[in-house]
């Protein structure tokens, strides 16, 4: 059965500043997507980027990017320029053949003005 | 506006008193599921369905029911509600087959339940 792991309960982050939320992820499987959520004081999940795993390029949307390192079998979301509307839970998630999502635990992001 | 729609949004009841969360997609959707979420354990799925009259345990499907009878509605029912099943459920919807795993899932907006 796979397992993700984010080993990071909370972070905290100035705002303008950079942070690094890390996602380690258990498979046998070759062809998978990944996931980031982020979940804000709404409770709703929002999905912020994903990575299919046969693409090498790190995955990118705005603010956010990806280090994957699938030998490693490690995910970490990169925020740059840290906005204080990006304090949420954040969630990272592997999806397989069977279509399921298995989740980390999530880390808490802080940011401080 | 493509959406899932889940209701209640907030539930607080009684034990043994039963009880379905309705879910609904406008997506077309093949693959539904359930999902609670509990503070430190992260979102854990209850119930998937692959399609109309097809569905399957997930991790945690003890004390639930799911039924699959219309492609667009994936209720879920707790036939005798315990304390252990407060919790925050979400339903997710995707689409199957435009490639096997690529489809992110859209998540409704969560229902809180309190079983007292």
């Known amino acids: 059965a796979q397992t993700v792991t984010q080993s990071q309960p909370e972070m905290s982050v100035q705002e303008a500043e950079t942070v690094t939320l890390s996602c380690t992820y258990d498979?046998?499987?070759?062809?998978?997507?990944l996931f980031w959520y982020k979940q804000p004081p709404s409770r709703q999940m929002i999905l912020v980027i994903r990575q299919e795993a046969y693409k090498q390029q790190n995955a990118t949307e705005n603010r956010f990017s990806v280090n994957f390192q699938k030998a490693a079998k490690s995910f970490s979301l990169k925020i740059s320029d840290s906005q204080l509307g990006d304090a949420a839970m954040y969630f990272c998630a592997y999806r397989g053949s069977n279509y399921k999502l298995t989740f980390g635990k999530g880390t808490l992001l802080t940011v401080n003005p | 506006e493509a959406q899932v729609t889940q209701n209640p949004r907030y539930l607080i009841t009684v034990t043994g008193k039963k009880l379905t969360v309705t879910c609904s997609q406008n997506?077309?959707?093949?693959?539904m599921s359930w999902y609670r979420q509990d503070p430190g354990l992260g979102l854990r799925q209850i119930y998937y369905?692959?399609?109309?009259?097809?569905?399957d345990k997930g991790d945690v499907p003890e004390g639930y029911k799911v039924s699959r009878k219309e492609k667009r509605n994936f209720p879920l029912i707790l036939e005798s509600p315990s304390p252990n099943q407060t919790s925050l459920y979400f339903c997710a919807s995707s689409p199957r087959w435009r490639s096997l795993v690529a489809d992110e899932q859209y998540f409704g907006p969560g229902t809180r339940l309190t079983v007292t």
């Open positions: 498979t046998s499987e070759s062809d998978y997507y």
């Open positions: 369905s692959m399609n109309v009259e097809v569905t």
């Open positions: 997506m077309n959707h093949e693959y």
